[in-house]
């Protein structure tokens, strides 16, 4: 990681996201914290999150949380066409967004769930 500032997309109830900000404060990285469950992402911050991710909406979804039940997502399509669809569900209900997201001052990011990833981004 480049010298500058990361960003972190915590859920402090998330042993994964603490984890993470453990690690880095471990690392000595200097980050700033959004908790994005109370400063939920616009639909143009995620789809640039979504650029540097290389990633698609679908692929940092959490199928498993019951509002994606509820929503039927699991049946929803996954292309180019679908993708504003899976965003702006994203953006009304950021819970269903996988955690955390660890975003570098060098334009890199990745889904944090292990030290392994983030070992790999340092």
Not at 64 to 80: K, N, P, V, Y
Not at 86 to 97: M, Y
């Amino acid at each position: 990681m480049t010298s500058g500032q990361a960003e972190i997309w915590h859920n402090p109830r998330c042993s994964k996201s603490r984890n993470a900000t453990t690690f880095l404060d471990e690392a000595g990285i200097d980050y700033t914290v959004r908790k994005y469950l109370d400063q939920p992402p616009t639909a143009a911050e995620l789809r640039e999150v979504l650029r540097r991710l290389g990633a698609e909406p679908w692929d940092i979804t959490r199928t498993g949380e019951q509002i994606a039940a509820d929503l039927g997502m699991t049946s929803w399509g996954r292309t180019a066409a679908d993708r504003d669809r899976w965003i702006e569900a994203l953006v009304e209900h950021p819970r269903l967004i996988q955690r955390p997201i660890v975003l570098t001052a060098d334009g890199a990011a990745v889904v944090a769930r292990d030290d392994a990833t983030l070992r790999d981004l340092l």
